[in-house]
């Protein structure tokens, strides 16, 4: 069963992206043991990466979306590619701040809003395509609209929530992104300004186990839109011990050398999966003398 539709306006002026991505956020809870908090800020953002990585052209092309925004919860980082694969890390899992004054979880607080949202696209070209933006809120989901806004001259709405179980389990996870293309008219973005300010939130939806495209039907209410494609994403990371050998073999020669001196059993934790891969010093610089 997909988890992610996009649906798209008869006239084709707008594009609704809609997920459920509890099956992702709970993956990676269960990997990070992030806190409440932090599987919230972590949460959206891997929620809002995959549905911006729909617009990846090949299987191949990865976007990563590094929001830094000097709160205690340090860097979050989600890498999405055009295979429905999604996976990230925030650098300090465990975060306890107390909520906002209207019972949310505090993400703005955790994340922060002194930084930036970047957005690196590796599309196969020679050098990826890099955008980035002030941050808004840290909440994720304004500072995503903000970014299109911004970076890339596309009105979008985007809606993104998590609800985190007092025994922090995953309850939900979900959220939608709406894009005009150029030419709406006034009346038309009126008309979804509209729809917008009717939709509950995201969460609500998916707690009353609602299909997704309820989530379309309302948001392009007066648009008879249709489906235009269905995904299948999920939390994967696609770390491997060629990929970790590679990122060794980056180093100097005489770094190397001292991590052989060191202890000769490397271990590299993944910190997508935090899978540990033993590798054998003096086995990468025999291999870094052949190249
Ligand atoms: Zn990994």
Redesign the pocket.
């Known amino acids: 069963m997909s988890n992610l539709i996009r649906g798209i306006s008869e006239n084709g002026g707008a594009v609704l992206c809609a997920i459920d991505s509890t099956a992702i956020v709970r993956e990676m809870e269960r990997v990070h043991k992030t806190s409440a908090v932090t599987s919230a800020a972590l949460g959206r953002l891997l929620t809002g990466a995959a549905m911006m990585a729909t617009y990846l052209k090949s299987e191949d092309n990865t976007l990563t979306v590094r929001v830094k925004g000097g709160g205690p919860a340090g860097t979050v980082l989600a890498v999405a590619n055009g295979r429905g694969e999604v ?1 990230g890390y925030v650098e300090n899992p465990v975060v306890e701040i107390p909520p906002r004054a209207d019972g949310h979880l505090d993400v703005g607080g955790a994340v922060g809003c002194d930084g930036t949202l970047s957005v690196v696209q590796d599309i196969g070209m020679k050098e990826p395509y890099v955008g980035q933006v002030p941050l808004v809120s840290g909440e994720i989901a304004e500072d995503i609209t903000s970014y299109y806004a911004v970076s890339q001259q596309t009105p979008t709405v985007c809606a993104l929530g998590v609800l985190v179980n007092p025994d922090l389990s995953i309850r939900r996870a979900g959220g939608y992104m709406l894009q005009l293309l150029p030419g709406a008219t006034e009346e038309e973005i009126t008309r979804l300004e509209k729809n917008i300010a009717a939709m509950p939130a995201v969460t609500t939806f998916l707690e009353e186990e609602r299909p997704l495209t309820d989530i379309m039907e309302m948001v392009l209410d007066g648009f008879n839109p249709n489906i235009l494609d269905e995904q299948e994403v999920v939390y994967r ?3 491997s011990k060629e990929r970790v050998e590679r990122a060794l073999l980056s180093m100097s020669r005489d770094e190397l050398q001292k991590l052989a001196d060191e202890d000769p059993n490397v271990e590299v934790c ?6 540990v891969w033993q590798l054998d010093a003096h086995e990468l610089l025999a291999e870094k003398d052949a190249q």
Do not use: E, P, T
Not at 270 to 275: A, L, N, S
């Open positions: 996976k990371c696609d770390c993944c910190q997508f999966c935090d899978k």
